[in-house]
Nanobody
Framework: QVHLVESGGGSVQAGGSLRLACAAS????????VGWFRQAPGKEREGVTA????????YYADSEKGRFTISRDDADNTVYLQMNSLKPEDTATYYC???????????????????WGQGTQVTVSS
């Protein structure tokens, strides 16, 4: 069982930056992909970015390319989401998720992830 805990959320003004962290009890055993998702009130959960630990391949939603960066620290079993140039529309609860699926589908499919954190709130004011 992979236990995930997010941290680093908060309130910032537009144009500001935040770094979210996703600490895992265990990333090395069977984890094939780690993703960041977000969900705003009244909206569906959407994929932000993901990384495949085995080969380091990364994925980004088009709206986040160039602003958000996913990285990982294997020594600390932590995956980070660096968010720059934040916009009010980035306001949401951010979740990290891990997939232990044998076969990986599209990186932004929530159904492919079996383990989820509790979420951390990000609020961007204009």
């Amino acid at each position: 069982q992979v236990h995930l805990v997010e941290s680093g959320g908060g309130s910032v003004q537009a144009g500001g930056s935040l770094r979210l962290a996703c600490a895992a009890s265990e990333y090395s055993y069977g984890v094939r992909r780690v993703g960041w998702f977000r969900q705003a009130p009244g909206k569906e959960r959407e994929g932000v970015t993901a990384v495949d630990p085995d080969d380091g391949r990364t994925y980004y939603a088009d709206s986040e390319k160039g602003r958000f960066t996913i990285s990982r620290d294997d020594a600390d079993n932590t995956v980070y989401l660096q968010m720059n140039s934040l916009k009010p529309e980035d306001t949401a609860t951010y979740y990290c998720a891990a997939s232990t699926s044998t076969y990986l589908g599209d990186w932004d499919m929530t159904s492919d992830y079996q383990h989820w954190g509790q979420g951390t709130q990000v609020t961007v004011s204009s």
